[in-house]
């Protein structure tokens, strides 16, 4: 409370912090978190926007336990920050309905993910992920997942509770078996698997009746599978 009470009583603290915020020097912008760090996030609604108005600046906000400002979200967008570690903080923004961290250095997601109960987009493309997070399947509501250009190699058992998913993106990974429980997503209208390891695909994916693409170029996949695929799911456009 001392905190907040400083920040009221020193509006040439405010100045401050807007003139580091609004600097071209990034030294000059962490300046102002470290700064807010020990004071506590500020009220005023100009500085909330200043902390928030770039990728860069979200990221300062979660490093620096910021997550105050970031509540009111609805889009979460961090591209190309190099950023390699996402807090746990990141439950508490529950109001998020769309979060893209493409092009960055994560290797895994924190558990309080699961707490993003209003998420419909959830966009990983081009990090180091190894392994699908469990806590994505609690995501309800989520219909668009790109995990494409990572280092999977298998998917957890608990994919097919993802019910409303319309979109799933898997190319560029390390897969070289498809789980039975991915043929359980009777949403599904885009599945992308290129440039993986798979020669098959499993036999219940004439549960997939609402697919419209299958996409499964640079992969193994002989004549005979082919054929398959093609009579199982003929409604389908698939590309090999």
């Known amino acids: 409370m001392q905190n907040i009470n400083y920040l009221e009583t020193y509006p040439d603290y405010y100045e401050k912090l807007e003139r580091l915020l609004e600097s071209s020097d990034q030294s000059n912008v962490e300046l102002a978190f470290q700064l807010m760090q020990g004071l506590g996030c500020p009220k005023d609604e100009n ?3 200043l902390l928030t108005n770039s990728g860069n600046k979200i990221v300062f906000c979660l490093r620096y336990g910021l997550v ?4 009111k979200l609805d889009k979460l967008f961090i ?18 309905e769309q979060v893209e961290l ?3 250095q994560l290797s895994e997601i924190p558990p309080q993910i ?5 998420l419909r987009l959830l966009d990983l493309e081009d990090n180091l ?21 990572n280092q999977i190699s298998q998917l957890h058992e608990n994919m097919g509770d993802l019910y409303n998913l319309r979109y799933l993106n898997l190319a560029n990974n390390r897969l070289k078996k498809l789980i039975f429980e991915i043929t359980k997503l009777p949403q599904l209208e885009v599945l992308d698997l290129r440039h993986n390891y ?3 695909l499993p036999d219940d994916i004439l549960h997939w009746r609402k697919l419209n693409y299958l996409y499964l170029s640079g992969n193994p996949i002989e004549e005979g599978e082919k054929e398959r695929l093609k009579k199982t799911l003929p409604r389908t456009r698939i590309i090999f």
């Open 129 to 149: 992920i190894g392994r699908v997070p469990p806590e994505i399947f609690y995501l309800q509501k989520l219909q668009h997942l790109n995990l494409k250009s």
């Open 102 to 104: 493409r092009r960055n």
């Open 79 to 96: 591209y190309e920050e190099k950023f390699a570690q996402l807090p746990a903080d990141i439950g508490e923004l529950r109001n998020l």
């Open 114 to 118: 699961a707490y993003l109960q209003k």
């Open 68 to 71: 105050e400002a970031l509540k």
């Open 198 to 200: 798979l020669n098959e």
């Open 47 to 49: 500085l909330i926007r």
